[in-house]
């Protein structure tokens, strides 16, 4: 599976409009905001991560570092 941060901007906003339902309500809107917060977290994750190999291929332009690991590289 090869996602990326259109994808991650996608399905932030479908859980949006799953939480903007006005139908749900008691267990399935719990389910629902439960759902949110576990998307929210990986969201940040995958930002925070981002911004990470960004940083370290910044430093590479600069020559503040010579090499990075392979899981920092941009593509």
């Known amino acids: 599976m090869k996602n990326n941060l259109e994808?991650?901007?996608n399905h932030l906003f479908a859980q949006l409009e799953r939480l903007s339902d006005e139908a749900?309500?008691?267990e399935e809107l719990?389910?629902?905001i439960a759902r949110?917060?576990?998307v929210s977290a990986v969201a940040n994750q995958i930002v925070e991560n981002g911004k990470l190999a960004l940083t370290v291929q910044k430093m590479l332009g600069d020559n503040e570092?010579?090499?990075a690991p392979k899981y920092?590289?941009?593509k």
Do not use: F
Request: hydrophobic fraction near 35%; avoid cysteine; glycine fraction near 6%.
């Open 7 to 9: 994808d991650l901007h």
């Open 24 to 26: 749900l309500k008691g």
């Open 30 to 32: 719990e389910n629902e």
């Open 36 to 38: 949110s917060k576990a």
């Open 65 to 67: 570092i010579q090499s």
């Open 72 to 74: 920092l590289e941009v």
